[in-house]
């Protein structure tokens, strides 16, 4: 499996911006295509979750961001919403071989395919 992570950038506070996923390879539904992020010098963090048609969100993007897979374009996209300077981070999309349950899909040490990162930078 190849991902492709794709979408970041340089927006102001209040701002929205779409990251995109695309995966090539091996793909079906049931297993999870994530994004992370990671924040200088920390470990990377379970951002939001899709697999199987359904949705799981860290508390920080819940209500702001809205994961979604488009499986005719092999995509999963992140819309992020209302982006706060506490959010600049490296985003990361990531899928694993396993059907991964809720509450493993957080962990980011049960992926064994990444995309690169897409830099997200947000300030005024």
């Known amino acids: 499996v190849q991902l492709q992570a794709s979408g970041g950038g340089l927006v102001q506070p209040g701002d929205s911006l779409r990251l995109s996923c695309v995966a090539s390879?091996?793909?079906?539904?049931?297993?999870?295509i994530t994004w992370f992020r990671q924040f200088p010098g920390k470990e990377r963090e379970f951002v939001a979750g899709?697999?199987?048609?359904?949705?799981y969100y860290s508390d920080p993007a819940r209500g702001r961001f809205t994961i979604s897979g488009d499986s005719a374009k092999n995509t999963v996209r992140l819309q992020m919403r209302n982006l706060k300077p506490q959010d600049t981070a490296v985003y990361y999309c990531?899928?694993?071989?396993?059907?991964?349950?809720?509450?493993?899909?957080?962990?980011?040490?049960?992926?064994?395919?990444w995309g690169q990162g897409t830099l997200v930078t947000v300030s005024s």
């Open positions: 390879g091996r793909i079906s539904n049931d297993y999870p």
């Open positions: 899709y697999r199987s048609g359904m949705t």
């Open positions: 990531a899928s694993s071989s396993l059907r991964l349950p809720s509450g493993l899909m957080r962990e980011w040490t049960r992926y064994e395919y």
